[in-house]
């Protein structure tokens, strides 16, 4: 979201209103003396945006509305937000449509939507569940003039638990760090991953039993339907044909070989299996060893009486999350040994039954060849009926096993979707766990970077008597090495806050690119700082605009910067009856 216009309407004939006035892409300035109206203007921008903005009473007065137009997506939105103690904001759309608030939280709901920014359930400071305002998101890039510079984040309200660690978290597109889903989602997520554990089990003992109860061997579908289409046709060519002997013969001489290739293929199969049991011991004695290691290693970490031992760093996270990924890791094995064993018991029984069926195909070759014996010493009727029943009977044997495989195939279809929907399962009851991940490892980075543009714009403002040793407390606020910001005073203070602000939005816009894209500085304590200090502030501020495709927005009264390119300057024009001197907002 990036800023294009703000517009005071006057409120009757008399009231105050402004022209359009229009924001520079880079940087605008306010310039003029105190008591020309630029800190109801900045306060009127954040006030469209759904800021609690305070007035002073001739604004509720003389003043109507504030229209606040914005491009996002390429697109421009009108936020107007009429000068009331009620909350009452229309959005002008880009379609033509209107939306009409009334209270915060739809408003903030409408925003974070339009500003891809999640709209998560947090946990308030009674425990409650709650919801982020766009006023408590605003402080991290609106500093307003009455207590913006008292700290390094002043809301209108803290109601959030860990508000500011929240609001940095949100605006970066982090996980959020106490969400009130959190905790329903990891039940469900557990919820889910048993069910569909269950669901697999089942279907897998289901494809299992029905594999070791049926004898399809290693034939194929295709393979299935070539010999019934061989067999009808021999029987069709018996049936039409002149010389029984012959004709029995061949009939037979198919069964034989068939018989003989489905023995070969059974035999094959017994070869895989046992080489597949010999496999199973092999891996299972290399994952009880490394059952053995994993516990060595666990007691090996407990020698030490803490990890600080190891690293010293504040939230390095090389040990986050050890304790529970060594339970994981070690009932993972556990679990493939019992997988081990259930496999191995399957192989075997199923090596059984092929042994058995392999003895009934050779019999059945022995039968059929005594059979063939017959039909060359006898030419009768009786042995061509003899034929036929045989054949016959394997056509039927043959349409069997076609139908067993088919069910084979669709149970073996079932059991693959319900594997693959138990790893989704258990990939999502992991990313609810506190294991180390890529958002852990991307907040410690974030934290790395933080502190050294920190330290880069205490550099540019020319900050002295400030230690240079960084510490994160709360989340993302900086300590200068043992002191706090609150022990800090006048320039230095002030300094500090100015740095951090423009640090932690050198991070933010970098993080989410959709999000707001401009900060906002209501008149500096310039008797706290020189003008020339402020200038480098202002003049890096300007190359970050430049950079990043952002805007910087600043009110001043003593300094005044010198526009470069695209910047814009705001003066006061308006000279009405009664007034001192020339105002930013008056008549129209």
């Known amino acids: 979201m990036k800023l294009k216009s703000i517009q005071i309407t006057p409120s009757g004939e008399n009231g105050w209103g402004t022209k359009e006035l229009k924001f520079s892409d880079a940087v605008t300035q ?42 996002h997506d390429n697109k421009i939105y009108k936020l107007e937000r009429l000068f009331s103690d009620d909350f009452d904001i229309v959005v002008h759309e880009p379609t033509k449509t209107k939306q009409n608030f009334y209270n915060e939280q739809d408003y903030s709901k409408y925003l974070f939507e ?14 409650e569940a709650t919801r982020p305002y766009l006023s408590l998101l605003l402080p991290m890039f609106y500093v307003g003039q009455d207590q913006g510079y008292d700290g390094f984040y002043k809301p209108p309200a803290n109601f959030i638990k860990d508000q500011f660690e929240e609001m940095v978290r949100l605006a970066a597109k982090f996980p959020l760090k106490n969400s009130f889903s959190k905790r329903k989602n990891a039940i469900d997520a557990k919820a889910a991953e048993e069910s ?43 049936k039409s044909g002149n010389n029984i002997k012959a004709d029995t013969t061949s009939s037979i001489d198919k069964l034989i070989s068939s018989k003989m290739q489905q023995a070969r293929e059974v035999d094959d199969e017994l070869k895989a299996l046992e080489k597949k049991c010999q496999s199973i011991n092999s891996v299972q004695s290399e994952i009880e060893a490394e059952i053995n290691t ?51 018991e399957a192989a075997q029984l199923r090596v059984e039954i ?56 669709e149970l073996e279809a079932r059991y693959i979707e319900a594997e693959n929907d138990l790893n989704y ?42 230690a240079k040793e960084i510490e994160f407390v709360d989340g993302f606020k900086p300590n200068y090495g043992d002191e706090k910001l609150k022990q800090l005073s006048g320039s230095t203070h002030l300094r500090a806050v100015l740095s951090f602000h423009a640090a932690l939005f050198e991070q933010l816009i970098q993080c989410h690119h959709d999000g707001i894209r401009f900060l906002i500085l209501d008149t500096p ?57 020339k105002m930013f907002m008056g008549k129209q």
């Open 196 to 238: 569909a554990r269950k669901k697999s089990h089942q279907i897998k003992s289901l494809y299992e039993q029905l594999l070791n109860d049926t004898d399809v061997g290693a034939l194929s579908l295709e393979k299935i339907e070539e010999q019934i289409l061989i067999f009808k046709a021999e029987i069709e060519r018996v």
């Open 425 to 466: 399962a258990i990939n999502k009851l992991e990313a609810q766990s506190n294991a180390p991940n890529k958002s852990s490892l991307d907040i410690i980075k974030f934290k790395s970077n933080l502190k050294s543009s920190i330290l880069k714009w205490v550099e540019v403002i020319k900050t002295k008597n400030i």
């Open 525 to 581: 304590g310039q008797h706290d700082i020189s003008a020339v200090d402020l200038d480098l502030y202002i003049t890096a501020l300007k190359s970050l605009a430049d950079k990043f495709d952002i805007q910087i927005v600043f009110s001043t009264t003593t300094y005044k910067y010198e526009a470069k390119g695209n910047d814009i300057d705001w003066l006061p024009t308006y000279f009405d009856e009664g007034f001192e001197q």
């Open 354 to 409: 092929l042994k058995s069926t392999m003895g009934t195909h050779l019999n059945d070759v022995e039968d059929l060849n005594r059979e063939r014996e017959k039909a060359q010493e006898e030419d009768n009727i009786d042995v061509v009926v003899d034929s036929m029943h045989r054949t016959i009977s394997e056509i039927i044997e043959l349409e069997i096993t076609k139908k067993e495989i088919e069910s084979l195939n």
């Open 30 to 71: 306010l310039y003029g003396p105190n008591g020309t109206g630029k800190t109801p203007l900045i306060k009127s921008l954040a006030y469209c945006l759904g800021y609690p903005s305070v007035f002073r009473n001739d604004i509720y007065a003389k003043c109507h509305s504030s229209v606040l137009t914005i491009t």
């Open 294 to 344: 994993l516990s060595l290693n666990e007691e090996s970490r407990r020698i030490f009486m803490s990890f600080s031992e190891i690293c010293s760093v504040q939230g390095c996270g090389l040990f986050l999350g050890s304790n529970a990924s060594y339970g994981k890791n070690l009932l993972y094995l556990k679990d493939q040994i019992k997988d081990l064993v259930v496999s191995a």
């Open 114 to 127: 339009l500003l891809n920014y999640d709209f998560p359930h947090l946990i308030s400071i009674r425990s």
